[in-house]
T-cell receptor, first 111, second 116 residues
């Protein structure tokens, strides 16, 4: 059973387009992290959201945590080729415990 | 942010040999570290939770005698893949929380294992 459903799994777009990646669960999480991973490297943290309804912005990236803390979204505005990579959402049930990862979204942005 | 390192970054070994992978927290102490496995174009799958001074907790389906974990100090956890086979070839990643109560984990750079 996949506790965190992440979609879409693959996304190929043109430079300048907008996109949204979704992460959904039937479970409540105390926190949710978004990571970006390049091939052959470990995941790099983009953001942590902990409060229901929270919205965080990181340049062209906007992260939202659902009011019930069961879902999250990542929106990228005006995507650039440098945004290409694997995006992972991961939920934490409580502090100090292992994260539950979504299946990831492979994003390819072509110029 | 907190720094987690892994060594080696990549390793090639013959089938039947054992390989040890180190995970170190460089600027903080970690009583708990996590080991993940990742196949190409897939997400991270938790293998086990490494606990300093006690036995590791393994996820269902992960053979504890195959993947030996030792967390002998507050800054070092090791994963030993014993009698490695080609199907063990994967990307192994460790992570740790920088302090008690922290909600964010930091990941090591990963170790690429190729078993011939």
């Amino acid at each position: 059973t996949q506790l965190l459903e992440q979609s879409p799994q693959f996304l190929s777009i043109q430079e300048g387009e907008n996109l949204t990646v979704y992460c959904n669960s039937s479970s409540v999480f105390s926190s949710l992290q978004w990571y970006r991973q390049e091939p052959g490297e470990g995941p790099v943290l983009l953001v942590t959201v902990v409060t229901g309804g929270e919205v965080k912005k990181l340049k062209r990236l906007t992260f939202q945590f659902g009011d019930a803390r069961k879902d999250s979204s990542l929106h990228i505005t005006a995507a650039q080729p440098g945004d290409t990579g694997l995006y992972l959402c991961a939920g934490g049930r409580q502090a100090g415990t292992a994260l539950i990862f979504g299946k990831g979204t492979t994003l390819s942005v072509s110029s | 942010g907190a720094v987690v390192s892994q060594h080696p970054s990549w390793v090639i070994c013959k089938s039947g040999t054992s390989v040890k992978i180190e995970c170190r927290s460089l600027d903080f102490q970690a009583t708990t570290m996590f080991w993940y496995r990742q196949f190409p174009k897939q997400s991270l799958m938790l293998m086990a939770t490494s606990n300093e001074g006690s036995k590791a907790t393994y996820e269902q389906g992960v053979e504890k005698d195959k993947f030996l974990i030792n967390h002998a100090s507050l800054t070092l956890s090791t994963l030993t893949v014993t009698s490695a086979h080609p199907e063990d070839s994967s990307f192994y990643i460790c992570s740790a929380f920088p302090r008690t109560g922290a909600k964010t984990q930091y990941f090591g750079p990963g170790t690429r294992l190729l078993v011939l």
